[in-house]
């Protein structure tokens, strides 16, 4: 669900944190080229993240969700030659990523990734002119066509409402940054439907929500030069997004997840030009400024996040 991602993904933890609190980082573009790292926090607890385990390639640019307490994440597509490619891991237990198939189109640019949490679902939204794939988290296999996005473009990142079932697409990059926000139902295959507009156009935010409490959220991007505006909307509500804060600094390739209904969201920060290693925390039913939360191992833009 809650995403990330990159289109930004995720999908989180019940209640109470304990081994519910993990999110990873998976892949990304380091100033060296594509990497296969992944790493690991612990969401209700600042520091540094830790190592994980490997991708089964070295890719950046792609989306990334989970089935929450179930355990299981998954990433998919990228933005280089193994745009088709999906890898999952148990979020739980450290190790490298396995194959679990193909989406239906090897198309390059930044894939979203969003789930409706143990009901299993995954999505991916690219590049493919409006593509829109769907998984069944549990079950390795090739991804099926879900429908179109209402606008074409890549960039985007996603967040949902958990077993609500309503998934959201914010900003991208359609021939220059949109400020378009989507959402679907996510049992239900289908196209995209409007939902309203971010504050500012941009492309490649980080996405978060809190689950079923109803609030997705999106930090920075790129609009014509790096932002750091933060804005929210009510997942179940269609309507224009609303300032929640700002990040740090102005960053333009940021990756969200969050620990669900426990109200962290975390927000990787980097750019294209400089990439970043820091991380960065809010609280999801209040508004304000982020908070420093710790570093990567690695810095890097253009990887996704989720958590169990």
Request: glycine letters at 16%.
């Amino acid at each position: 669900m809650l995403g990330a991602s990159k289109l930004a993904l995720m999908v989180n933890p019940v209640a109470g944190g304990g081994s519910n609190e993990r999110g990873i980082f998976m892949g990304g573009y380091p100033s060296t080229g594509p990497t296969n790292v992944i790493e690991y926090i612990t969401i209700n607890s600042a520091g540094n993240a830790t190592d994980f385990g490997d991708l089964t390639f070295a890719r950046n640019g792609l989306g990334a969700c989970s089935n929450a307490t179930n355990e299981r994440g998954v990433a998919g597509g990228g933005d280089n030659s193994y745009a088709n490619l999906i890898d999952y891991v148990t979020i739980n237990a450290t190790g490298n990523a396995t194959d679990f198939g193909d989406l239906t189109a090897s198309v390059t640019g930044e894939h979203a990734g969003f789930s409706n949490d143990t009901n299993e679902r995954g999505i991916f939204a690219g590049k493919s002119g409006m593509n829109i794939d769907y998984v069944t988290i549990n079950s390795a296999g090739n991804a099926t066509d879900f429908g179109n996005a209402t606008v074409s473009r890549g960039h985007a990142h996603g967040a949902s409402n958990s077993t609500n079932e309503r998934g959201v697409m914010g900003g991208g990059y359609s021939g220059g940054a949109v400020n378009t926000i989507d959402y679907v139902t996510i049992n239900s295959a289908g196209n995209a439907t409007d939902f309203g507009d971010l504050t500012v156009s941009r492309y490649a935010p980080g996405a978060l929500s809190n689950g079923l409490n109803e609030r997705a959220v999106f930090g920075c991007g790129y609009s014509g030069g790096s932002v750091n505006t933060i804005d929210y909307v009510t997942i179940n509500s269609a309507g224009n997004a609303t300032d929640f804060g700002d990040t740090s600094s102005a960053q333009d390739s940021s990756t969200g997840l969050s620990n669900r209904e426990n109200e962290r969201g975390i927000f990787q920060i980097g750019t294209y030009q400089t990439v970043g290693d820091t991380l960065e925390y809010i609280t999801i039913n209040s508004t304000g400024n982020t908070t420093d939360f710790g570093d990567l191992i690695i810095a890097k833009s253009s990887m996704d996040g989720t958590s169990n």
